[in-house]
């Protein structure tokens, strides 16, 4: 692999190992994982409670240091075993989106400011975050709230907010923890469809844990995880 | 996008409520110091008023303010016999306290030595100096009598004819001028059946003696007014208030009065020192003990706020760390919003003590220089208050998002 070429790939992880506690206790949550999504690709990744998924997705995010192990997102190799080859934090503004089961928006900001925020930590000129966040809040179906407290929407507007949130700074690879599961069925679906239109137009690679099996014809992919490791 | 502003337009009704109660405790850390410099300048006032070069009192003594000191009333024609002396004054100081209206109130009495002091270097706010060599008074306004109020002291009526501002005893007594006859009256005033026991007890005495048996005069006298008996001293002063003549060198002036071996002379300057270092030192010790342990529990609150703030922002300040936030941003967040506590607070004490500490018993005197030092402190205090918040912010894991 040409490290520092265009890399069609959003995420490349190769072995990917992280335990935790040692000796009798040591529980390897994560063991000798290698996964790969493309630029525009939406991955379901499932498994039962205490598979692993959260723990990877934490490894994906930059969160956590893999114990052993290589990452390597939008063609630049972020961990190599337990250390950092990029600035973490920096790399996660620039190149990463997240959305969790709950929205976690910041309460005291509109939606409009929340996804504003991400640009403007991102060094995103005035103007520039500020036509973004509109037009993020339009295409996701939400701009009449936009002037809304997090605490005057629903939880699907919450979520939407959220999906903006995380696409304001264009990411390579957007890790979507349970986002559905505070959400109805119909609510769930119309979250679900959102990322698979976001993937395949916004060519982000997002990977999405859930346990929400009745929508999983939205992905272009599922992968299953049990024990910490990947089933084939 | 100013996050801190934010934060606390969300939460306006906890920040204000916040902040006042901050501002009353630096209110009272701000008056404390207040109430130091007030009783400094309550005790010097009158000293740096008369502007002497000199005070001459008893032997040995810090009198007149700092101790008692009495000297005989003739002492000023003596020290006027000095070279160089131009004015030579008697002073008599003694606090009373009389009913009035109902209550109780407590008036230092000063003596001017009329009719060559008329009360002209007072600060008067209303009414006049002195006109007459009986019957008039200036009153501070703190002692809360009227222009034109009359008011019984002892045996006489006096009228206060003027007003004075910031004219207090050490103690925070409000002064009041009267002629030197008038405060020596009111000081020695004493009930006619006081008076004539006095004289029964003394004609007594006398009639025990040789000198009443073999003088009919004397025993006649005893009966009489003390005035008229040569023997009996007449009533003393608590000092002599001297200026020099200008262009005269006052050492010299008072190195012969302090030859004298009767009397002890000092400058205004060091009558300052006795007032300040004397009667106000402990008082302002105990109010600079007092002031620090109040800076301490106010920065141990502002610590406690600021980090009890910092807590329920937790989770969001782990959400700015997991999309990637810097920690400059997370610790403007914090410092801003404790340097905003601070200063709104400061304001507050200041705001409300200008409407509050008028209405003191006790002057509390406001200086820039104190301002500006308690300031300068809120300041240091609102950043090291925010310290532990701003640890417990950059240590949190960004994975507590997903807790």
């Known amino acids: 692999m040409n490290r520092n070429s265009v890399s069609s790939n959003s995420l490349e992880a190769e072995s990917l190992t992280k335990r935790y506690g040692s000796g009798h206790t040591e529980v390897v949550a994560v063991g000798n994982v290698s996964l790969n999504v493309a630029k525009g690709e939406i991955v379901a990744l499932l498994g039962p409670s205490g598979a692993g998924k959260s723990t990877l997705l934490t490894l994906l995010g930059l969160i956590r240091p893999p114990d052993t192990g290589r990452i390597v997102i939008d063609g630049k190799i972020v961990f190599e075993n337990n250390r950092a080859k990029v600035n973490v934090r920096r790399f996660r503004r620039e190149k990463l989106g997240f959305v969790f089961q709950k929205a976690n928006l910041i309460p005291f900001l509109t939606a409009f400011e929340n996804v504003r925020l991400a640009m403007d930590i991102n060094d995103q000129p005035a103007k520039v975050s500020r036509k973004r966040s509109k037009e993020l809040l339009e295409y996701l179906g939400v701009a009449e709230r936009a002037q809304h407290l997090p605490c005057k929407l629903s939880g699907g507007e919450q979520q939407r907010v959220a999906v903006a949130r995380a696409l304001a700074n264009s990411p390579s690879l957007i890790l979507a923890d349970e986002p559905t599961a505070a959400l109805d069925s119909v609510r769930g679906r119309q979250v679900m469809e959102l990322f698979r239109k976001v993937a395949h137009e916004q060519h982000a690679g997002i990977i999405v844990v859930t346990h929400d099996h009745r929508a999983l014809d939205v992905f272009d992919r599922t992968i299953e995880m049990e024990d910490g490791k990947l089933k084939r | ?403």
């Open chain 2, 1 to 403: 996008m100013n996050l801190a502003r934010r934060d606390i337009q969300h939460n306006i009704g906890r920040f204000v409520l916040t902040t006042v109660g901050l501002g009353l405790l630096l209110m009272v850390t701000m008056g404390m110091g207040g109430i130091y410099r007030g009783l400094v300048q309550e005790a010097t006032s009158l000293v740096d008023k008369m502007d002497a070069d000199f005070w001459v009192v008893q032997k040995n003594t810090r009198g007149p303010f700092a101790e008692i000191s009495r000297v005989p009333v003739n002492l000023e024609d003596r020290v006027l016999t000095v070279p160089g002396v131009m004015t030579s004054n008697a002073f008599v100081s003694h606090t009373i306290q009389r009913e009035h209206r109902g209550k109780p109130l407590r008036i230092t009495v000063q003596g001017l030595a009329w009719p060559q002091d008329k009360g002209s270097w007072l600060p008067l706010v209303s009414g006049r100096s002195l006109a007459q060599a009986h019957y008039e008074m200036i009153a501070d306004e703190s002692l809360k009598l009227h222009l034109g109020e009359k008011i019984k002291f002892g045996k006489d009526v006096y009228t206060v004819v003027g007003l004075t501002r910031a004219m207090t005893s050490p103690a925070g007594d409000g002064m009041a001028f009267f002629t030197l006859q008038d405060s020596q009256a009111i000081q020695f005033d004493i009930p006619a059946e006081a008076v004539r026991l006095e004289r029964s007890a003394r004609y007594a005495r006398a009639q025990k003696m040789d000198v009443g048996r073999t003088s009919p005069q004397t025993i006649k006298r005893a009966l009489g007014s003390s005035s008229q008996i040569p023997a009996l001293a007449m009533p003393s002063v608590s000092a002599v208030v001297v200026k020099v003549k200008p262009g005269f060198n006052p050492d010299y002036v008072q190195s012969v009065i302090s030859k004298w071996p009767d009397v002890s002379v000092y400058s205004s300057q060091t009558q300052r020192q006795f007032l300040v270092g004397g009667i106000v030192a402990r008082s302002r010790r105990q109010l600079g003990l007092f002031r620090i342990l109040l800076i301490i529990v106010s920065a141990i609150i502002m610590s406690l706020i600021l980090y009890t703030l910092t807590i329920d922002k937790l989770h969001d300040i782990a959400m700015l760390k997991l999309i990637g936030a810097r920690n400059s941003v997370i610790l403007n967040l914090i410092m801003q919003q404790a340097l905003l506590l601070g200063v709104l607070g400061y304001a507050v004490a200041y705001i409300i003590g200008q409407w509050v500490f008028p209405l003191f018993p006790r002057r509390v005197v406001l200086v820039p220089i104190d301002l500006w030092v308690l300031g300068l402190i809120v300041v240091a205090v609102s950043i090291i208050s925010s310290m532990l918040g701003i640890y417990k912010a950059l240590t949190i894991e960004p994975n507590e998002v997903l807790a």
